[in-house]
């Protein structure tokens, strides 16, 4: 496991030389996020479907706040984010960005438009164009604090994570974890999201100081996992899937989670933070695996929300203020009742029609 720190960086004498992610005894286990929130807006059919905070920060922040372990007298998962928006960046109250606030910038807030086809919900893969309408500036090294982390999660989503950047983090931080995303997105004159090959870019000759690089399995290919599996640990998710962990002389497979996919985004950085905090707790690479598929799973799988979204008129004032129940059934009721009961019959069945779920992780050696 390559540690990250550079030589003139180098641990006390007799630390230990090991991965210092592990929640058992060891310096404080604060992280660093960095890659900027982002507006994404969703498109089906040619009609906007919804607008949402996004950006991997978002989805990361609220993995490791939900599934990172902590001392007890602390009150907020020990991470910071760092992250740039502009002044017209939409959800500065929501949870993540609320908890840890980006910079402000004179430039706008990065946005997405992120393009799905009908079969999306249900395709193997997610069918999902993406481009960047707009770009925030970039994260410079000085953006970054100036002391240590534990571990350091580069998780930009559109080219703003800069090589100087993740070379500063990978200064700072014990180990770094990195989205490929962050590395090998190009984007052509209308904002469509391409790829380049990682060796062409500034990024490649860093790889040997990274512990973790994930990429989906549309990236995997611009990586050339054969060649970067013998500088660092490749992940490779999958999708419903699962994924798997490529090292220098092994390789596993990682069995899914069943999931009702509604909206696919934010999966990969689910996964990735939910892997961090695996780690975090001290898992095994292969068994942390697990609880990025479990959050990975969570994340493409709001089939309830939608449906508590389609079937019922929020109210102005929730029941639950504890003057106002009622127990009648309502006129929702049946329809309410079919539409779950759809949804809880979906997840055994899909969880069937693929007979490689519910396996526990193979591991080979190469
Ligand atoms: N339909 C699904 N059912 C169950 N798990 C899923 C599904 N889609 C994604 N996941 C989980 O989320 C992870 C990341 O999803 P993936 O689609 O590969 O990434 P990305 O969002 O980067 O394209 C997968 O490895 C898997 O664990
Ligand atoms: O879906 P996913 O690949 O995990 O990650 C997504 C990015 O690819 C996308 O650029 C961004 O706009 C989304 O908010 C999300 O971060």
């Keep these: 496991m390559p540690l990250a720190a550079e030589p003139d960086d180098a641990h006390e004498e007799g630390e230990d030389q090991q991965l210092l992610l592990t929640a058992k005894g060891g310096p404080a286990l604060e992280g660093l996020v960095v890659g900027s929130y982002c507006h994404d807006v969703l498109i089906r059919g040619g009609r906007i479907v919804g607008e949402t905070l996004g950006g991997a920060a978002a989805f990361v922040s609220n993995v490791l706040d939900a599934a990172s372990p902590r001392e007890e007298e602390q009150g907020e998962a020990p991470f910071v984010v760092v992250s740039k928006v502009g002044r017209d960046f939409a959800y500065a109250s929501a949870p ?18 992120a393009q799905f086809s009908d079969a999306a919900a249900s395709a193997h893969a997610p069918d999902r164009e993406l481009r960047r309408v707009r770009a925030c500036d970039p994260i410079y090294p000085a953006d970054l604090p100036d002391r240590r982390f534990a571990y350091g999660l580069a998780v930009g ?6 090589p100087e950047t993740l070379e500063r983090m990978i200064r ?9 995303q962050a590395l090998i ?13 990682l060796e062409d870019t500034p990024y490649a000759r860093l790889l040997p100081r990274v512990a973790f690089l994930k990429a989906s399995s549309e990236e995997a290919p611009y990586v050339g996992v054969e060649t970067a599996r013998r500088q660092c640990c490749v992940i490779v998710t999958d999708g419903r899937d699962g994924c798997r962990l490529y090292w220098d002389g092994g390789e596993a497979r990682v069995a899914p989670f069943p999931a009702v996919q509604v909206d696919p985004t934010g999966a990969g950085d689910s996964f990735l933070a939910g892997f961090a905090a695996g780690l975090l707790w001290g898992l095994s690479a292969t068994d942390a695996a697990l609880l990025g598929n479990f959050f990975g799973a969570a994340a493409v799988s709001q089939a309830v929300k939608e449906i508590l979204e389609e079937k019922i008129a929020k109210r102005s004032s929730p029941c639950i203020n504890g003057t106002t129940f009622t127990f009648d059934r309502s006129s929702v009721h049946d329809e309410l009742h079919a539409a779950l009961q759809e949804a809880a019959r979906l997840m ?10 519910g396996n526990g992780g193979d591991i080979c050696s190469v």
């Design 96 to 113: 993540a960005p609320a908890r840890r606030p980006p910079l402000l910038c004179a430039s706008p807030t990065t946005s997405f438009h």
């Design 157 to 162: 989503v559109a080219g703003e994570v800069l």
């Design 172 to 180: 700072l931080c014990h180990a770094v974890l990195v989205d490929a």
């Design 185 to 197: 997105r190009a984007f052509d004159g209308d904002g469509a999201v391409g790829h380049v090959a």
């Design 348 to 357: 055994p069945e899909q969880q069937q029609a693929d007979p490689t779920n």
